[in-house]
Structure formats: structure tokens, C-alpha cells
């Protein structure tokens, strides 16, 4: 069934629900009546679920569902600031010195909505029942706690119960908006659907089914000898430089298993800073392990401070909050997020607005977030057409995508496209000025690739054992680490875009065969491996000669 179809078929049973309820009150309902608070209304960029062929409605959703939800609020001057990062860029393109990025006070004052508005934002919210609001320090979004009722009374919008492969959840069925007084102000609200969320993007090789590729050359690496194996030999550590880790839930086991894997490679102890509220979740031990220990791996054994900054769920609210967080800090001028979902649905829901102003002032701040291209080949939104993964889509961070890597020890030999590395035309974000590798109107996806085979991938320890991982959330972190480096010897590069596609073609390892059900690896440029990976040495060479 088409999307189309599904979607009238969804307003149809929608409107069953509705006139069934009107004839007899159903209790808790939410078709139940809440009193307006604006006469006049004004639209925001939520939208209402954007239905696939596995989500199914099944009623209308309780008024006391809980819901937490950001409200992500305008940029003041967002044209100067757009100015502001296309200059860095074409200074960057061109190789020319830099003016330095801004600082978080620097946004704060020049970008941010100013304190009243926020403020007014705020009470807003409060009237319509909402509670535990805050004001985030840099202004930029407004979060806070509430159930179904405060949502439709707030945001002139209704909701249903919807089920996804099994999964029992809620969404908006309607068009989000605000008081015209707001239109101003607020740009989108995210955490209004649960249907639709990030996922983490590792596959472990016991669970790959695919041991006829395990050969001589392709084999399992301990994370220490990605550094010899990509040409890190002879560049400097990242040592000076500190890393962030977009996280989620109980992170006690990820430190411990940090410990014992720098113990075990006798390098010294990682200092960490864990920010945010977390949760009891520990569902996501590999992912987070996978992350930490392969950056450090890949940084020479050296980082001046690992932050994980941790979320309270994978909800598009939560790592929304969590984004701002790290922003917000502008203390890890690198930033691993191994997580995405379908470009289409965080179109839908808003998050695309709200992450997207986030990660445009972390590049204006000199920030890189290293984003993992997806596992799901060119298909991330499963409908059998060509969609990449969020965030790797935005045009202000760096998508990574996924080889098969081919060794001789520690030393490099060859690479091929790993059928799971996420890469296509974005559907809706612009290409960036320093994509220069590509013509066209929309983004593409990715813009480097490394090893992300779980046959070829990392050896890391979880829960105290070790334990063997791939996905492009090997890939990503192993880009941060590389970019660290970088950073730890010209601190003054700031956001990698553009230095990235300025780079000469032979400071990559161009990656000419496989695909990923959608497009195949070519010479130079593909939507499968990007420009290739990095050799670092020479890329290390070039930069810094800029």
C-alpha cells in the first residue's frame, strides 16, 4: 500500500473515531472538547503524521497521555547569521585564514530570542496546563511537561493512537499551531508523535549471518589499529582536543568497560563528564561502548575529555534537548551522534527545523558533528524508495557512510562499499555551498565513509567481554577521532565541511565497488562512500598547509 492510500485510509478510520465519539462520550478520550486559547491561529513547522504502510491507527489517544515535548524557538537575524556561515565557508573552500567562529555568548547575545519573548513563550505553555517549564540557558528552546489535553488546548491539534510494527504509541493527526501573538517566536514542537524516533546505527557481527565473508583480510580490529590502518601514524594525538558523545540512558557500564579497555591496551585513563539527564536504560551499553572506545582507539590512545552528553530517551524531544545541550556548551568543538531515522519523519514532526538551527550554530560556533549515515543502505525510510537518514541529511554536519576494509595486519589495503552504508539525495535539504563534489539542488549523502562491515569492524569490550561491531556507528566515531586529530594540530579549522571537499582526491582512499541497493560505489564521488576515507597522514599534510 502507498503512502497516499495509507494516509486516507488513516484520515478515514480517523474520522469514524471522531463521529462515534461525538454520539457517545468515550472517557479520557481526546476527541474531548478543551477550550481555545487563540482566536487566531498561526501554523508552525510540526506537521501531522506522516503515515507509513506499517503504522496503523487504532483509536484516539487518552488526554492524559503524558507528553514532554521542546519547542524550539526562532533565531533573531537568522539572514545574518546564514551570512555569517557562508563566509566562514568560503574562506574555508578557498583555503583563506579564517575569522574566528563565535562564541556561545556571542550567539546568545547577537542570535538568540531575546529573554522576554521566551519568557512569553513560557507562560504561555503554563496557561495551557503544561508544567516543569524551562527556559533553555541559550533560549533556543523551551521545554517542558504536559499530557494530550495541554497539547491540543496549546496547539489547536488532536491525536490518535497508532501502532508500528507491534509498538503501541501516539501522534498528532493534525497540523501543530500557535497564537498569531507567537508566529514570530516559536518555529516548531517536537514530541508530539512517538511513532517515529532515532535509533542507534550498530550491528553486531554474531548477528550479521554473513561468516563466509569473515577471510584473512577482512577480520575483526582491535579499535587501537584504526589509527596505523587509516594513516595516523606520526600525526598528532587529540590529546588537546575534547570529544562529545550524544548518549542515552545508564552510562555506568559504558565507563567501566572505557576503563578496562584502556587498561587493557595500556593507555592511560579517559577523563569523562557525563551532562544530562540519562535514564535507567541500558539497552544501548554497545552503541555508547562502540563509540567511546573506537574514538579513543582512533585518537591515539589520547583526548583531552570525552563528554557524553546523555538523553533521557531516543525521542526526538529528548535528543533534540540533548543536541541543544551540547551546543549550548560549545565545549566539544567534535561531536559523535550515531543515530538517525527517516529524513521524511523528522520533516514531519518539526525536528528537521529545530535540529537543523541547532547544528547551523555549532558550525557558526566552529563545531563538527559527525553523523552516521544509516544501516539501511540508500532505503532509511523502508518504503522502497530512496530516502537518506536524519541528521546525516542537514547540510551543518558531516555524514559518515560505511566500507568493508580490507587489511594485512595493521596496514591498509583495500576498501569496498558495505551494502548497509546509508547515501542518497536528500528529499528536502538544500546542498550546501561546500558540497563541491556534486551538483544539484538537494544535499547528498554521505561525505566520507570508513569501516563499517561488522566482519571487518571493531573488537571492543562490553559488559567486561569482548564483543564484535560494525554499522556506521563504527564509521562516525572513527571520523570524530580523525577530526580530532586535526583539530589537535590546526585549532583553528573549525567546521570540517569545506575542508573536506577542498582536500586533493589523493588524500583519500577512493572506494570504487560494492553499493547499497541503490547506488554503487564509483571513482571520485558516489552516494555510497562519499569521497572515500581519509589517509590521514596527508590529509594531515594538506591541511596544514592551507
Request: with cysteine; aromatic share 6%; net charge negative.
Given at each position: 500500500?502507498?503512502?497516499?492510500?495509507?494516509?486516507?485510509?488513516?484520515?478515514m478510520?480517523r474520522?469514524?473515531l471522531?463521529?462515534a465519539?461525538?454520539?457517545?462520550v468515550?472517557?479520557?478520550?481526546a476527541?474531548?472538547?478543551?477550550?481555545?486559547?487563540a482566536?487566531t491561529?498561526?501554523?508552525?513547522?510540526?506537521h501531522?503524521?506522516a503515515?507509513?504502510?506499517?503504522?496503523?491507527?487504532t483509536g484516539?489517544?487518552?488526554?492524559?497521555?503524558?507528553l514532554?515535548?521542546?519547542?524550539a524557538?526562532k533565531?533573531?537575524d537568522?539572514d545574518?547569521?546564514?551570512?555569517?556561515?557562508a563566509a566562514r565557508?568560503?574562506?574555508?573552500a578557498?583555503?583563506?585564514?579564517?575569522?574566528?567562529?563565535?562564541?556561545?555568548?556571542?550567539?546568545?547575545?547577537?542570535?538568540?530570542?531575546?529573554?522576554?519573548?521566551?519568557q512569553?513563550?513560557?507562560?504561555?505553555l503554563?496557561?495551557?496546563?503544561?508544567?516543569?517549564?524551562q527556559i533553555e540557558?541559550?533560549r533556543?528552546?523551551?521545554?517542558?511537561?504536559?499530557?494530550?489535553?495541554?497539547a491540543?488546548r496549546?496547539?489547536?491539534?488532536?491525536?490518535?493512537?497508532?501502532t508500528r510494527?507491534?509498538?503501541s504509541?501516539y501522534?498528532?493527526d493534525?497540523?501543530?499551531?500557535?497564537?498569531?501573538?507567537?508566529q514570530?517566536?516559536?518555529?516548531?514542537?517536537?514530541?508530539?508523535?512517538?511513532?517515529?524516533?532515532?535509533h542507534?546505527?550498530?550491528v553486531?557481527?554474531?548477528?550479521?549471518?554473513?561468516?563466509?565473508?569473515?577471510?584473512?583480510?577482512v577480520t575483526?580490529?582491535?579499535p587501537?589499529?584504526?589509527?596505523?590502518i587509516?594513516?595516523?601514524?606520526?600525526?598528532?594525538?587529540?590529546?588537546?582536543?575534547?570529544?562529545?558523545i550524544?548518549?542515552?540512558g545508564k552510562?555506568t557500564?559504558?565507563?567501566?568497560?572505557l576503563?578496562?579497555f584502556?587498561?587493557?591496551?595500556?593507555?592511560?585513563?579517559?577523563?569523562?563528564?557525563?551532562v544530562g539527564?540519562?535514564s535507567?536504560?541500558t539497552?544501548?551499553?554497545?552503541?555508547?561502548?562502540?563509540?567511546?572506545?573506537?574514538i579513543?582507539?582512533?585518537?591515539?590512545?589520547?583526548?583531552?575529555?570525552m563528554?557524553?552528553?546523555?538523553a533521557?530517551?531516543l525521542s526526538?524531544?529528548?535528543?533534540?534537548s540533548?543536541?541543544?545541550?551540547?551546543?549550548?556548551?560549545?565545549?566539544?568543538?567534535?561531536?559523535?551522534?550515531?543515530?538517525?531515522?527517516?529524513?521524511t519523519?523528522?520533516?514531519?514532526?518539526?525536528?528537521?527545523?529545530?535540529d537543523d538551527q541547532?547544528?547551523?550554530?555549532?558550525?557558526?560556533?566552529?563545531?563538527?558533528?559527525?553523523?552516521?549515515s544509516?544501516?539501511d543502505g540508500?532505503?532509511?525510510?523502508?518504503d522502497?524508495?530512496?530516502?537518506p537518514?536524519?541528521?546525516?541529511?542537514?547540510?551543518?554536519?558531516?555524514?559518515?557512510?560505511?566500507?568493508?576494509?580490507?587489511?594485512?595486519?595493521?596496514t591498509?589495503?583495500s576498501?569496498?562499499?558495505w551494502?548497509?552504508s546509508?547515501g542518497?539525495?536528500s528529499?528536502?535539504e538544500?546542498?550546501?555551498s561546500?558540497?563541491?563534489?556534486?551538483?544539484?539542488k538537494?544535499?547528498?549523502?554521505p561525505?566520507?565513509a570508513?569501516?563499517?562491515?561488522?566482519n571487518?569492524?571493531?573488537?571492543i569490550?562490553?559488559?567486561g567481554?569482548?564483543?564484535q561491531?560494525g554499522g556506521?556507528?563504527?564509521?562516525?566515531?572513527?571520523?570524530?577521532?580523525s577530526w580530532?586529530?586535526l583539530?589537535?594540530?590546526?585549532s583553528?579549522?573549525g567546521?570540517a565541511?569545506?575542508?573536506?571537499y577542498?582536500?586533493?582526491a589523493?588524500d583519500?582512499?577512493?572506494?570504487?565497488?560494492?553499493?547499497?541497493?541503490?547506488?554503487?560505489?564509483?571513482?571520485?564521488?558516489?552516494y555510497?562512500?562519499?569521497?572515500g576515507?581519509?589517509?590521514?597522514?596527508?590529509?594531515?599534510?594538506?591541511?596544514?598547509?592551507?
Amino acid at each position: 500500500m502507498s503512502k497516499t492510500s495509507n494516509w486516507a485510509g488513516f484520515l478515514m478510520t480517523r474520522n469514524v473515531l471522531a463521529a462515534a465519539c461525538a454520539m457517545a462520550v468515550m472517557p479520557g478520550a481526546a476527541f474531548a472538547a478543551t477550550a481555545s486559547l487563540a482566536s487566531t491561529w498561526a501554523p508552525t513547522q510540526t506537521h501531522a503524521l506522516a503515515m507509513h504502510t506499517q503504522d496503523k491507527v487504532t483509536g484516539l489517544t487518552a488526554i492524559d497521555q503524558p507528553l514532554h515535548i521542546a519547542v524550539a524557538l526562532k533565531l533573531r537575524d537568522r539572514d545574518q547569521l546564514d551570512a555569517f556561515v557562508a563566509a566562514r565557508r568560503q574562506l574555508a573552500a578557498t583555503g583563506a585564514q579564517l575569522a574566528a567562529p563565535m562564541t556561545a555568548q556571542q550567539v546568545l547575545e547577537r542570535y538568540a530570542p531575546t529573554a522576554d519573548r521566551a519568557q512569553a513563550v513560557a507562560d504561555y505553555l503554563a496557561k495551557a496546563g503544561f508544567s516543569n517549564v524551562q527556559i533553555e540557558p541559550n533560549r533556543l528552546l523551551v521545554t517542558a511537561d504536559g499530557n494530550v489535553e495541554a497539547a491540543q488546548r496549546a496547539f489547536n491539534t488532536t491525536f490518535v493512537n497508532v501502532t508500528r510494527n507491534g509498538r503501541s504509541a501516539y501522534a498528532n493527526d493534525k497540523d501543530v499551531a500557535i497564537p498569531a501573538s507567537l508566529q514570530d517566536d516559536v518555529l516548531s514542537v517536537v514530541g508530539l508523535q512517538d511513532v517515529h524516533q532515532m535509533h542507534t546505527m550498530n550491528v553486531r557481527a554474531d548477528a550479521a549471518a554473513k561468516p563466509a565473508l569473515k577471510t584473512q583480510s577482512v577480520t575483526g580490529h582491535n579499535p587501537t589499529t584504526f589509527s596505523a590502518i587509516y594513516g595516523g601514524s606520526g600525526v598528532p594525538t587529540a590529546s588537546t582536543v575534547t570529544v562529545g558523545i550524544i548518549a542515552e540512558g545508564k552510562l555506568t557500564q559504558t565507563i567501566a568497560d572505557l576503563k578496562t579497555f584502556t587498561s587493557k591496551n595500556g593507555l592511560s585513563t579517559v577523563t569523562t563528564q557525563i551532562v544530562g539527564p540519562g535514564s535507567s536504560d541500558t539497552s544501548g551499553i554497545g552503541e555508547w561502548n562502540l563509540d567511546s572506545q573506537d574514538i579513543i582507539g582512533m585518537a591515539g590512545g589520547k583526548v583531552a575529555k570525552m563528554i557524553f552528553y546523555d538523553a533521557s530517551s531516543l525521542s526526538n524531544s529528548a535528543l533534540t534537548s540533548i543536541i541543544n545541550t551540547a551546543v549550548s556548551a560549545n565545549a566539544a568543538k567534535v561531536v559523535n551522534v550515531s543515530l538517525g531515522e527517516c529524513e521524511t519523519d523528522t520533516m514531519q514532526d518539526g525536528s528537521m527545523a529545530a535540529d537543523d538551527q541547532l547544528f547551523q550554530t555549532a558550525e557558526a560556533q566552529g563545531q563538527t558533528f559527525s553523523i552516521s549515515s544509516g544501516d539501511d543502505g540508500a532505503d532509511e525510510c523502508g518504503d522502497g524508495g530512496v530516502t537518506p537518514s536524519y541528521p546525516a541529511s542537514s547540510p551543518y554536519v558531516i555524514a559518515v557512510g560505511g566500507t568493508t576494509l580490507n587489511t594485512s595486519g595493521s596496514t591498509y589495503t583495500s576498501e569496498t562499499a558495505w551494502s548497509g552504508s546509508g547515501g542518497s539525495p536528500s528529499t528536502v535539504e538544500l546542498r550546501p555551498s561546500w558540497q563541491t563534489a556534486v551538483t544539484g539542488k538537494y544535499r547528498v549523502v554521505p561525505d566520507v565513509a570508513f569501516d563499517a562491515d561488522p566482519n571487518s569492524g571493531a573488537i571492543i569490550i562490553v559488559n567486561g567481554s569482548n564483543a564484535q561491531y560494525g554499522g556506521t556507528s563504527l564509521a562516525a566515531p572513527l571520523f570524530t577521532a580523525s577530526w580530532a586529530r586535526l583539530l589537535a594540530g590546526h585549532s583553528t579549522l573549525g567546521f570540517a565541511g569545506p575542508h573536506i571537499y577542498k582536500l586533493p582526491a589523493g588524500d583519500y582512499h577512493d572506494v570504487t565497488s560494492g553499493n547499497n541497493g541503490g547506488y554503487s560505489a564509483s571513482s571520485g564521488y558516489d552516494y555510497v562512500t562519499g569521497r572515500g576515507s581519509f589517509n590521514l597522514g596527508t590529509v594531515n599534510g594538506n591541511i596544514s598547509s592551507y
